[in-house]
C-alpha cells in the first residue's frame, strides 16, 4: 500500500470487499486476483453452514453450500483458502461468529504451517498476525441469527478467544463489535451506538472478570477491540453518529476500566455501507447511495473509518460478479488518491449544528445504556427479548413511513419511472450464479477427507476439547489441537453443543405494538374478519424460515404485519428444516404458510415445503415466499407450485397481506 511519508496527509483506510464463493479454491482465485487490482485487506465471506457450525452434508445445509461466502470445512479447506498468500503479510478480517474460536484457530495453524515450511520462528510469525474476527454474539442474537449457542458459553468462547490472542496474536482483533447489523434489523443511531457498547461492556467485564487477563493488561484488551458499523444514506446524521461513537467509547474506556494511554481508547472501527439499504427497483441509484455513504465515515478524519468494504451496485438483484467487486473498489481509490479528502484535519470541528447532533445521540445512548445495564446488561437484555422488541418495533416504525410516503426511497416509492437500464441487460448473467454442483462437491470433498485423516487423533482431540468445555480453563488450545488432527467445523460445533447445548433466541414479535389507526390496516383487518366469519374459524399464517439464512428482519415485519390485521400467526424463529415447517403447518392447522430466504437456497428448500405438505394431504395449503429471488427463478417456483413471490420491491406490507386474504379467499372458493 503506497502510504505517504508525510504527516501533513493522512493515511488511507484498508480496502475491502467482502468476499468468498463456491470452494476455498474458487475463492483463493478471487482474493489473489482482488490484491492484484490494489485491495489492501481482505473480507472473508464464510457460506451459512460454516457460520452455523455445520459440515456441507448436514440437512441444514442443504442448499446453502458455498451461496453466501465460501465453505470451510476443515484445516485443508483453509489452506487452499490462502494458497500463495503470506498470512504474516495479510490484513484478514472473517464473518465469522459464533465458531469464530474455530476459524481463528484454523488460521492460526496455516499461519504455523507456513512458517515451519519457510524456516521461520512461529512465534514471531504469529505475533505479527492482522486482522480481525467478528465474533460478536450478542448481535447474533438480535439481527443476523448465526449463534449456536446460549448467550453464556457464548461468552465465554469470546473471552477466552480474546485472553489467548492478547498473550500469543497480539496484533489480531479478536473481536468486532458489530453495529452494521443493529441497523439492519432497525436500530435508529442512538440505538445502534447505545447497544454496540452494552455489547462492548459485557465482553470487557468477562474479560476483566476471568481472571485471565492481569488488570494491567486491560489497556491491551481495550487496544484490541474493534468496532464495525454500518453507514446508512443520512449523511449528516450518519456522521455524527460516529463522532459520538467515538467520543462515548473514549469515555467509558477511560472512567469503567482505567485505561490511561489516548491511543488505546481510540475507536478503531470499520464499515460496510448499508447493504439492505439497496434497492431491486433501479439497482443503478445503488452507485450514488454507496458514494454517500462511503463519505459519511471518511470526511470527517478525528472520527474516520479505518477499514471500509463497501456492497456492489447489484447485491439486492444476487452474488455480485467480479467486474461489479472492482467497480466498488474503484469508487475507494478514486476518493482516496484523486480527492483531497485525506489533506486536512478534521473540517467539522468547531461546526455547533454537527455538535449538537452529536450531543443529541450521545445523551439518547447514555440512557439506552442505563437501561440495559438496569436490566442486568446486554446478555439479560438479550434473553429477556428487551432488546430485540425494541430494534422489531423501530423497524415497524421505519417500514411504516416508507410505506406511507414520509421516507422517499427513489425508484420505489417515488420517481419510479424508469427507462431499461443497461446494466441489467444481460438479464440472468448480470448476477454471479453458483453451480449447483458446488455442494455435490464439497460433501463428496468431506468424504474423501475424513477417509484419510487420522481417525483416533480426531477422536482424542475431540475428547479433550469436551473435558475443557466442562471446565473453567481456556478452551483455545484444545481447539487448535482439533484443527490440527482434521476435526471438521461440524464435529467441533457438535461436541460442543453436547457440552453447552444449543439456544433459540426471543424474536421480538409479540411484544412489537400494532400499527392502530391506519386506514389501510383497518381496510384488510375487515376483510380477515368477514373471510373468518365465512370460514367459521380464525385465519392462521405460518412465517417460517427454512434453512440458515438467518436474516430474520423481513420475515419478523411480516410476522408482525399479519398480526396487526388480524391474523393468529405462527412464528417460531429461524433455522427450521423444510420439514419442520410442514410438521408445524399441519398441527397448527394454518391457511397459508409465508417463507423468507434470503441467502439464494430458494430453489433447493422452498420446493421441499411444498413437496412436504402435499404428501400430509395438506396440499391445497398455498406457499408464498419472499426474498432476493431473481425473475428466472421466480418462475421456476410459480412451476413447482408456489403460489405467490414476493422480492425487495415489494414493500407495501399491507398490500401483501390484502394479497394474501384474496389468495386465501380463492383456495376456499369464496367470491
Given amino acids: 500500500m503506497p502510504y505517504p511519508s508525510d504527516h501533513e496527509r493522512d493515511r488511507p483506510w484498508v480496502m475491502r470487499t467482502y468476499a468468498g464463493h463456491s470452494s476455498a479454491a474458487a475463492s483463493n482465485e478471487l482474493y489473489r486476483r482482488n490484491l492484484a487490482k490494489g485491495q489492501t485487506g481482505l473480507s472473508v465471506a464464510f457460506d451459512l453452514p460454516t457460520q452455523t457450525g455445520y459440515d456441507p452434508d448436514h440437512q441444514l445445509s442443504r442448499g446453502e453450500v458455498g451461496k453466501v461466502g465460501v465453505p470451510v470445512s476443515h484445516i485443508g479447506d483453509m489452506r487452499r483458502l490462502f494458497d500463495g498468500i503470506p498470512l504474516a503479510e495479510a490484513n484478514t ?61 457464548s461468552l465465554r468462547l469470546i473471552t477466552d478467544m480474546i485472553a489467548w490472542t492478547v498473550h500469543h496474536v497480539p496484533k489480531w482483533n479478536p473481536i468486532n463489535i458489530c453495529s452494521y447489523h443493529l441497523q439492519e434489523a432497525g436500530a435508529t443511531p442512538t440505538q445502534e451506538v447505545a447497544y454496540a457498547l452494552c455489547t462492548a461492556i459485557a465482553v470487557l467485564d468477562a474479560v476483566r472478570d476471568s481472571g485471565q487477563v492481569d488488570p494491567a493488561d486491560m489497556g491491551k484488551v481495550v487496544a484490541r477491540i474493534s468496532f464495525f458499523v454500518n453507514a446508512g444514506v443520512r449523511f449528516v446524521e450518519e456522521m455524527s453518529k460516529m463522532r459520538a461513537f467515538t467520543a462515548l467509547w473514549d469515555e467509558i474506556t477511560r472512567d469503567r476500566y482505567g485505561v490511561t494511554d489516548p491511543k488505546a481508547r481510540r475507536l478503531r472501527y470499520g464499515v460496510q455501507v448499508n447493504s439492505l439499504g439497496l434497492t431491486e427497483a433501479q439497482p443503478e441509484n445503488n452507485v450514488q447511495r454507496i458514494v454517500l455513504e462511503m463519505l459519511a465515515v471518511s470526511l470527517s478524519r478525528g472520527a474516520r473509518a479505518r477499514a471500509i468494504q463497501l456492497p456492489a451496485w447489484n447485491e439486492a438483484l444476487g452474488l455480485p460478479r467480479p467486474w461489479d467487486q472492482q467497480w466498488a473498489l474503484r469508487m475507494q481509490q478514486v476518493l ?117 485423516r487420522d481417525g483416533d487423533a480426531v477422536e482424542r482431540s475431540l475428547a479433550t476439547l469436551k473435558e475443557t468445555a466442562r471446565t473453567s480453563a481456556n478452551l483455545f488450545e484444545a481447539t487448535v489441537d482439533c484443527a490440527r488432527a482434521g476435526v471438521t467445523t461440524g464435529e467441533w460445533s457438535g461436541a460442543l453443543r453436547e457440552v453447552f447445548g444449543e439456544y433459540r433466541a426471543p424474536t421480538g414479535v409479540s411484544a412489537t405494538a400494532a400499527g392502530g389507526g391506519d386506514p389501510g390496516i383497518e381496510r384488510v383487518r375487515a376483510r380477515v374478519r368477514a373471510t373468518e366469519a365465512e370460514l367459521g374459524e380464525r385465519l ?132
Fill in 540 to 671: 392462521r399464517i405460518l412465517v417460517g424460515k427454512p434453512g440458515l439464512d438467518g436474516h430474520s428482519n423481513g420475515a419478523e415485519q411480516v410476522a408482525v404485519r399479519a398480526r396487526d390485521v388480524g391474523f393468529e400467526v405462527v412464528y417460531q424463529g429461524i433455522r427450521l428444516t423444510p420439514e419442520q415447517i410442514t410438521a408445524a403447518a399441519v398441527q397448527e392447522g394454518v391457511h397459508v404458510v409465508g417463507l423468507s430466504v434470503l441467502s439464494g437456497s430458494h430453489l433447493e428448500v422452498v420446493p421441499h415445503v411444498v413437496d412436504g405438505l402435499r404428501a400430509a394431504g395438506a396440499g391445497d395449503v398455498p406457499v408464498i415466499v419472499g426474498g432476493i429471488i431473481p425473475p428466472d427463478d421466480a418462475a421456476l417456483l410459480t412451476e413447482r407450485g408456489i403460489a405467490r413471490v414476493f422480492t425487495p420491491k415489494d414493500y407495501e406490507l399491507t398490500d401483501i397481506m390484502d394479497g394474501i386474504v384474496s389468495l386465501i379467499r380463492e383456495r376456499h372458493g369464496l367470491s
Fill in 93 to 153: 478480517s472473517m464473518t465469522i461468529n459464533a465458531p469464530a474460536m474455530w476459524l481463528l484457530a484454523l488460521y492460526v495453524s496455516v499461519a504455523r504451517e507456513q512458517a515451519e515450511a519457510e524456516g521461520r520462528d512461529v512465534d514471531e510469525v504469529l505475533a505479527k498476525l492482522t486482522g480481525t474476527t467478528q465474533n460478536d454474539i450478542i448481535k447474533e442474537y438480535l439481527s443476523r441469527g448465526t449463534y449456536i449457542f446460549p448467550p453464556g458459553p
Fill in 336 to 452: 482516496a488518491f484523486e480527492t483531497d479528502l485525506l489533506e486536512y484535519e478534521d473540517i467539522f470541528d468547531g461546526s455547533h449544528v454537527i455538535q449538537a447532533k452529536v450531543d443529541e445521540i450521545m445523551a439518547g445512548a447514555r440512557e439506552e445504556i442505563a437501561r440495559v445495564q438496569d436490566v442486568g446488561g446486554a446478555v439479560a437484555a438479550v434473553e429477556s427479548g428487551y432488546m430485540k422488541s425494541q430494534l422489531v418495533g423501530s423497524l415497524a416504525e421505519y417500514r411504516r413511513g416508507m410505506e406511507n410516503g414520509e421516507r422517499v426511497l427513489v425508484g420505489v416509492n417515488k420517481f419510479a419511472t424508469t427507462e431499461p437500464s443497461p446494466l441489467q441487460a444481460e438479464g440472468a448473467k448480470a448476477i454471479e450464479t453458483i453451480d449447483p454442483a458446488v455442494e455435490k462437491d464439497a460433501v463428496a470433498a468431506l468424504e474423501e477427507w475424513r477417509g484419510r
